[in-house]
């Protein structure tokens, strides 16, 4: 399937969805682009901004018309959304992607109902503010998307996300399974928020004592603590569907930074070179684009 003869669907046109619809109209590389919200104003809203061929009045207006049904709306609402749009496409849709952050619940149920077609598709990329007046095509330009497969994934679906992935401009894909996807984003993106949480609001606590400490707040304080802006339902449904791989993650940040507050300045010296290696060591061979949210 290729996409240059597909009608597009994408369920939820935020920042996530809105950006990949305004990406492939764009491109031209697609037969059509129609979206759906359940908020009727987002949908009006990315019709204005010129990031969709066509409005949809419902979600299975939207999937009886589809050749590659993409699903980017929150966590907790994907497999409905699956299972709704295989329901009303009466089979005719050739491959469902999702663009949740956490797969194992989702991949599970979604691979039951759509088993060859399924691809759990998530670019590595965001921002901490969403919503469609913050999509835009060039979102995704550099990032790496982690193609999340089942033993069922067919090549054709593969071939259709990997293609879809260019059209984004993503550096490169990596294909991987569910529990490793949700063991190495608890890592990486997901332990970075609650870090980001924490800080925050251990400023909040220092700023009582401290009114003009706000005067001071500047690059260190804003890279590291960006992040805590999210949604906080976003937050919520992260921990819900990932918490066994995060709140482990977090006890070791507490252990670490409490064997820091008993550490001497030559201990806190060597522990600094040994972070300086290790965040290269996780960032050796990927290109920093500055921007990436998830």
Known sequence: MRLENCDVAIAGVGLIGGSIAAALVSSG????????????????????????????????????????????????????VGRRAFSASAGRIRAFFDTGSAKRVVAGELARVWRDRYLGF???????????DNAE?????????ALVTVPETSRETKDTAGELAAVLKCSKTVEMDAETHDKTVACISHLPVFVA??????????????????ELAAGGFKDTSRVAQ?????????????????APLLRRVASLLETMAGSSKEELAAMSERAALSRKSVLEGRKDSGGDLL
């Open 29 to 80: 590389r697609c037969r059509a682009v129609r979206g759906w919200d359940r908020d009727p104003e987002v949908t009006n809203r990315a019709v204005q901004k010129g990031f969709l061929h066509e409005p949809s009045d419902s979600l299975e207006d939207l999937a009886a018309g589809a050749d590659l049904f993409v699903a980017a709306v929150p966590p907790g609402d994907i497999a409905d």
């Open 122 to 132: 998530h670019p590595m990329a965001g921002r901490e503010r969403g919503g469609i």
């Open 137 to 145: 095509a060039g979102l995704f330009e550099g990032c790496v998307t």
């Open 197 to 214: 949480m924490a800080l925050s609001l251990a400023a909040g606590e220092c700023q009582k004592g401290l009114p003009g400490l706000h």
């Open 230 to 246: 999210g949604p906080s339902w976003f937050v919520a449904q992260m921990w819900d569907q990932n918490s066994d791989n995060i």
